[in-house]
């Protein structure tokens, strides 16, 4: 079955440390890559994407997220977090040429930030 | 970008009623899409609303619980009918503009509660 994993419900760091948000995908052929965020009480936000080229994507607010075609992978980075990132960050993928372009989702993967 | 407007934002629902759910977008978009996202979890996709013919349903959803309209390729409407508590979640409607290498945009969300 088609599916999309977030290897970290709950992670909790303090400030200036650093992140990685794993997500892996089950299947093969070609995909879109997404990273969105979710901040207490807002909406979904996009936070990058790979569609193709350079695998090492650069988002907003200084994440980054590197596909790694072989590992089915499309892990998430910050090098130093703040409190402002404290959120919900969810992985997904679309698979382009059938499932209709269809987003699926990663569990989730909640982000505490202590100052 | 795509702006959506997503009505009601909310609302406290009877045992056995039905609420429609409306999104409206600001440009044409040739994809739509109707998530589900209860409480503490991830979005599970319900359906595409497909302009001019029947949605298609993922595995778990039907029709009759979840009947969808798309009249244009601007707005959709989803409905939950004959509600139980269990329906209680929040519904976020999701377009594409184009069906590959574009992001999904996500409205605000309607958060249902059902008493």
């Not at chain 1, 090492?56 to 499309?74: H, N, P, Q």
């Not at chain 1, 977090?81 to 993928?93: G, I, K, P």
């Not at chain 2, 056995?16 to 759910?21: D, H, V």
């Not at chain 2, 209680?88 to 503009?97: D, E, F, G, P, Q």
Request: contains cysteine; glycine residues 8%.
């Amino acid at each position: 079955a088609q599916s999309v994993s977030q290897h970290n419900h709950h992670v909790i760091l303090s400030e200036a440390a650093s992140l990685e948000l794993g997500c892996n995908y089950s299947y093969g052929g070609t995909v879109n890559l997404f990273w969105y965020v979710q901040y207490p009480g807002q909406h979904l936000q996009l936070l990058l994407k790979y569609f193709s080229g350079d695998p090492l994507v650069k988002g907003i607010k200084g994440f980054e997220a590197e596909f790694i075609k072989s590992k089915f992978s499309f892990n998430l980075r910050k090098p130093s977090v703040q409190w402002s990132d404290t959120a919900e960050y969810f992985c997904a993928v679309k698979r382009l040429y059938n499932q209709g372009g269809k987003l699926i989702f990663g569990q989730g993967t909640e982000l505490s930030v202590k100052p | 970008s795509a702006v959506i407007s997503q009505k009601p934002s909310r609302d406290i629902c009877q045992r056995g009623t039905s609420l429609t759910i409306q999104c409206q977008v600001d440009s044409q978009v040739t994809m739509m899409f109707w998530y589900r996202q209860q409480p503490g979890q991830s979005l599970t996709l319900i359906a595409t609303a497909n302009q001019g013919s029947e949605a298609t349903y993922e595995s778990g959803f039907v029709i009759d619980k979840f009947p969808i309209s798309r009249p244009n390729l601007t707005f959709s409407t989803l409905t939950v009918s004959n509600m139980s508590p269990e329906d209680s979640s929040i519904y976020l409607c999701s377009v594409m503009k184009t069906r590959q290498n574009t992001e999904a945009f996500f409205g605000q969300g309607t958060r249902l509660t059902v008493v």
